[in-house]
């Protein structure tokens, strides 16, 4: 079992910048592949980056590369989502979450694992 904690959101003006964090409770961590998703209100779960279980792959969607940058500390337990120049349509709950089966899935129903979400607010 693997419990997620996510941490580090707020309230951000357009251009802005934020960091979130997840934190895993478990010693089997270090040993997967982790996502971050995000939920605007009224619309899907999305994709937004992954990062294999060394840290030395990562993906990312298409609207968030060159802003963000997903990495992990295996000796922390921890993975975080660094956010720069934040849009009011980056706007939505941040969800980290582990998929014990592969690495990069953009599929949230193939995620065993779901931290409860961090909100994320741009305003512009």
């Known amino acids: 079992q693997v419990q997620l904690v996510e941490s580090g959101g707020g309230l951000v003006q357009a251009g802005g910048s934020l960091r979130l964090s997840c934190e895993a409770s478990?010693?089997?961590?270090?040993?997967?592949?982790m996502s971050w998703f995000r939920q605007a209100p009224g619309k899907e779960r999305e994709f937004v980056a992954a990062i294999s279980w060394s840290g030395g792959s990562t993906y990312y969607a298409d609207s968030m590369k060159g802003r963000f940058t997903i990495s992990r500390d295996n000796s922390k337990n921890t993975g975080y989502l660094q956010m720069n120049s934040l849009k009011p349509e980056d706007t939505a709950v941040y969800y980290c979450?582990?998929?014990?089966?592969?690495?990069?899935?953009?599929?949230?129903?193939?995620?065993?694992?779901w931290g409860q979400g961090t909100q994320v607010t741009v305003s512009s």
């Open positions: 979450a582990i998929d014990v089966s592969r690495y990069g899935s953009k599929t949230p129903h193939d995620y065993d694992y």
């Open positions: 478990g010693r089997t961590f270090r040993s997967y592949a």
